[in-house]
């Protein structure tokens, strides 16, 4: 039978991935229930309740082939239902973030059930129906950072089989000087035939190819363990292809779940990696043209630093108090110390309101302050003279990288402390009233700002809207902001507009035993800017083409330009300022056919940054419709459209992806909070069990 649980949230089972009746020590299993039913319910039916059995799944491929830097994978999952009743069996899958879905398949008793991309709201509207009927399947969790979710659950008959086929694709993005294809693997239970091959058929001679120690998905470990490094085949065909190939099998599966701290009933549930590098063109990139589409990739390797000018701007708030404040200090003193001789670098830390700090004195020298208010310990004159020393010195200008000016920086850092609201009005406009004063036009410094923050704008300009366009039009485009949102409090949304409307981008720093070395992470990819400004001039002999400006090119990174082109298409070269002024980077004449198809990359890209246009855009309503039109004829599945599957015997419902870095909680049964944790890629029979939390 079917047991229907209130609401979408199907209540499931801790850690291992599938209902299993033994009880844990943190959450009491009920496998049938006497809770009323509440409305739109149906009452669990506790006669005909039957232990749940898991359908086993028998084997497992996953198959991902890269070319060009654009990786496909599929994944296929084999099950059986060995149990006398039907059971409803979930297939669930973590995707990488920037991964977009484009096929799903399942075959059930050799019928083949394909699902088809349509327009998300559409999709929802379907979604919501079956969730107010009741039918809806919960959501599994599995969770990775930045990472998506993928979950289908099907009904399948006693001792028959079904297989899912689910497909992704994204463009690698080149970091650190590599290509890095994460494929994560949570089948939820050892799987007797698990087999990941990884395909790489590039154009250029292959630099290295790796596949280091597997990884949890929600940790940056300082060290490699030993235990946990795959052993993979790397079979290297010729210079420019190679095939790595990973089997463990259900001993191995089991050593890794031990390994990496999860139950090692659940199977291996972790992310295996295969890293690679490419040989580069020294200066002016690589053209790849397939006939109907052409692809820059450029990433200069004989390029001089340009020198920084960074302008840390930190929340000292009162949530940012305890561990997270003390992580900051860590990363902080390690991220001075990578700071280049010929860089400099002013630190603001604010709360209440902004202060900026006298490196040399390790005092702050500068408040921001819109009025007077007095000090309720002081008398007024005194309190006057106070607030005048605080809010009208001058700010001092960014200080040079030197060993002693570090030194003290990280004084400076080691005085912060946490405390207060979150004005984040003032601590970015004093950030960018440093660089107008500053940075001169036409000089090499780099200007960037580094905005980490855990809150929400509580004081001083509280509108993001407003706090968005003050922001953009006092920057005018000359500094790139990169935010950083650190744990679960932070507007992300915000964040990522206000970067994205300044040239940067955000990221997200998972609250854990990690998160100082995340910040570092983060600080690596933007420490060495190598070129801004950078053009590419196509315009002639091809249509389609996506962006085409950068602020910043950094070290170890790339930046990919495709568009549609037309007979007689040539490369163009580059123009950018660097080092030593303004270059030109020609790339070589001779165009390249690629191994394999060229269009959905440019498909991937284009649709990438339609989407990012749109994050950002006030009216959303061209570019909704422009990237519907590609998302529709690629079928890719992205915030504008969802996958809908025909269930057998049941009304189309519509698959979401879910940010998979959280376990979702809800209500259940009695009011309790139920903290759901799965694998994905696993299979399970929800409705079978409650947990109360
Ligand atoms: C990878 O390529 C092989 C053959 O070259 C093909 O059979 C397989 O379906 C491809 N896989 C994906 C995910 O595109
Ligand atoms: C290398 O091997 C791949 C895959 O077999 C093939 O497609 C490619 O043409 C080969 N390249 C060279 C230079 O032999
Ligand atoms: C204000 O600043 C001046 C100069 O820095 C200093 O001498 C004076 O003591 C300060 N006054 C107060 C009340 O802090
Ligand atoms: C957004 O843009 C569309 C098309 O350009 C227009 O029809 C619509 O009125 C705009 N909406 C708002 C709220 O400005
Ligand atoms: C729907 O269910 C009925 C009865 O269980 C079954 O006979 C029929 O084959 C099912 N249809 C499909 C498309 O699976």
Redesign the pocket.
Request: aromatic content about 0%.
């Given at each position: 039978m079917k047991v229907l649980l209130p609401g979408v949230l199907a209540l499931l089972v801790v850690q291992s991935g599938y209902c299993f009746p033994q009880v844990t020590d943190t959450a009491s299993l009920v496998i049938t229930s006497t809770e009323p039913a509440k409305d739109g319910v149906e009452p669990i039916d506790s006669e005909k309740e039957v232990k749940p059995v898991v359908p086993k799944i028998y084997e497992m491929n996953i198959n991902t082939n890269v070319s060009n830097r654009y990786a496909k994978t599929q994944i296929a999952s084999k099950v059986k239902n060995l149990d006398k009743s039907a059971n409803e069996a979930e297939f669930s899958v973590v995707t990488p973030e920037r991964a977009f879905i484009s096929g799903f398949v399942m075959e059930i008793d050799g019928k083949s059930y394909k699902a088809y991309v349509q327009e998300k709201e559409e999709a929802k509207k379907t979604y919501d129906e079956a969730v107010a009927s009741g039918r809806a399947a919960g959501h599994v969790e599995a969770s990775a950072r930045d990472s998506n979710r993928f979950t289908v659950s099907v009904n399948i008959e006693p001792q028959s089989k079904a297989v899912f086929y689910l497909q992704y694709e994204e463009l690698l993005q080149r970091q650190n000087g590599k290509y890095e294809v994460v494929i994560n693997i949570h089948p939820g239970q050892p799987v007797k035939n698990m087999n990941v091959e990884v395909k790489i058929?590039e154009s250029r001679p292959l630099k290295f190819v790796e596949t280091p120690a597997l990884r949890s998905g929600n940790e940056i470990s300082t060290k490699e363990n030993e235990n946990l490094l795959p052993n993979a085949n790397i079979n290297r065909?010729?210079?420019?292809?190679a095939i790595v190939t990973f089997k463990p099998d259900i001993e191995k599966q089991k050593e890794y779940a031990k390994e990496l701290g999860t139950d090692k009933d659940g199977g291996l549930a972790g992310q295996f990696i295969v890293q690679y590098e490419v040989e580069r063109d020294p200066s002016g990139g690589e053209v790849l043209v397939d006939g109907g589409h052409f692809v820059h990739f450029f990433a200069p390797s004989e390029v001089k630093p340009l020198p920084k000018m960074v302008i840390f701007v930190l929340d000292t708030s009162g949530s940012m108090s305890g561990t997270r404040i003390d992580q900051l200090k860590q990363a902080m003193n390690r991220i001075l110390s990578e700071l280049h001789e010929n860089d400099v670098f002013s630190i603001i830390d604010f709360n209440d309101n902004a202060k900026v700090w006298n490196v040399d004195k390790v005092a702050v020298q500068h408040e921001t302050a819109s009025e007077y208010q007095p000090f309720w310990y002081r008398n007024e004159d005194e309190s006057k003279q106070v607030f005048k020393n605080r809010t009208q010195q001058p700010i001092p200008s960014p200080y040079a990288a030197n060993k002693a000016n570090v030194e003290k920086g990280k004084q400076v850092v080691g005085k912060l402390h946490a405390d207060g609201s979150t004005n984040i009005m003032d601590a970015l406009k004093t950030a960018l009233t440093i660089i107008n004063k500053n940075h001169e036009e036409g000089k090499r410094n780099q200007p960037i700002i580094v905005f980490l923050t855990d809150g929400e704008a509580t004081s001083g300009e509280t509108n993001n809207d407003k706090i968005i366009s003050s922001i953009t039009e006092l920057n005018n485009g000359k500094t790139p902001l990169f935010s950083l949102s650190f744990g679960d409090g932070a507007d992300r949304s915000f964040l990522q507009k206000i970067s994205l409307k300044n040239n940067g981008f955000a990221r997200h720093i998972y609250e854990g035993a990690d998160a100082s070395l995340q910040l570092e992470d983060f600080y690596k990819g933007i420490s060495s800017p190598l070129l801004s400004d950078v053009k590419f001039k196509y315009v002639d002999k091809v249509k389609e083409v996506t962006r085409t400006r950068y602020p910043i090119l950094f070290h170890g990174g790339e930046i990919v330009v495709a568009g549609q082109i037309d007979p007689g298409f040539a490369p163009r070269p580059i123009e950018a300022m660097g080092f030593e002024g303004p270059v030109t980077l020609t790339p070589p004449t001779e165009v390249k056919t690629p191994?394999g198809s060229l269009e959905r990359l440019w498909a991937y890209l284009t649709l990438k940054q339609i989407l990012e246009r749109r994050d950002a855009a006030e009216n959303k309503t061209d570019l909704t419709k422009q990237a519907l039109d590609i998302a529709l004829k690629y079928s890719f599945v992205s915030d504008v459209s969802s996958l809908v599957v025909v269930k057998p015997n049941e009304t189309s419902k519509a698959v979401e992806t879910e940010d998979a870095s959280k376990q979702r909680q809800g209500f259940g049964p009695g009011g309790h909070y139920q903290t759901l944790s799965l694998s994905a890629g696993g299979l399970r029979a929800p409705g079978k069990c409650i947990c109360y939390g």
């Open positions: 058929d065909v010729n210079e420019t292809s191994p």
